[in-house]
C-alpha cells in the first residue's frame, strides 16, 4: 500500500483551512496531518488531499454537488471521510474559503461526538517458547 507524504506546501494549505480553536489538535501521521477534537479525528491530509468527516446529511451534499475524490490509499479507503477536491488545492478563487467551511463542519460534527476513550494500556506479549 503506498503513503504518500505530504509536502510542506500541503501541510502549510492544511493547517491554513483548520479551524481557529483550542480544542484542535493536530498530529502527525504516516508522513501525513490529522486534526483532532477531542480526541476523535475530524480532517486528515494524505498526499494533497484534505478528507473530512461529516454528519450524513453533509456528506451528501459535499459528494453531491463537487468532484469529490475518495480519502486514503486507493486501496483501502478510509470510510466515513470524504476527500475534498483536489483542485481546491490550487488556491483557486475562493477555493480557500471552501474548504475552511468543509473543515469547520467537519469538526462541528466530530466535536459533537462522545470523546475518545484513552487506549488502556496492554501487558507485553510473552515471547513464545522455542522447542
Do not use: Q
Not at 468543509?102 to 515471547?127: D, I
Amino acid at each position: 500500500m503506498e503513503m504518500p507524504k505530504a509536502s510542506d506546501a500541503d501541510k502549510e494549505h492544511f493547517r491554513a483551512v483548520l479551524p481557529d480553536h483550542p480544542e484542535v489538535v493536530v498530529k502527525p501521521m504516516f508522513g501525513n496531518l490529522g486534526a483532532f477534537v477531542h480526541g476523535n479525528m475530524f480532517a486528515g491530509l494524505f498526499g494533497p488531499t484534505i478528507g473530512v468527516k461529516l454528519g450524513e446529511a453533509d456528506k451528501e451534499t459535499l459528494e453531491s454537488t463537487e468532484r469529490t475524490v475518495p480519502f486514503g490509499p486507493a486501496e483501502r479507503p478510509m470510510g466515513g471521510y470524504t476527500g475534498l477536491p483536489e483542485i481546491w488545492n490550487a488556491e483557486g478563487d475562493g477555493d480557500k474559503a471552501r474548504a475552511r467551511a468543509w473543515v469547520e463542519r467537519a469538526f462541528e460534527h466530530v466535536a459533537g461526538l462522545p470523546p475518545k476513550a484513552p487506549k488502556s494500556p496492554t501487558a507485553p506479549k510473552a515471547k513464545a517458547a522455542k522447542k
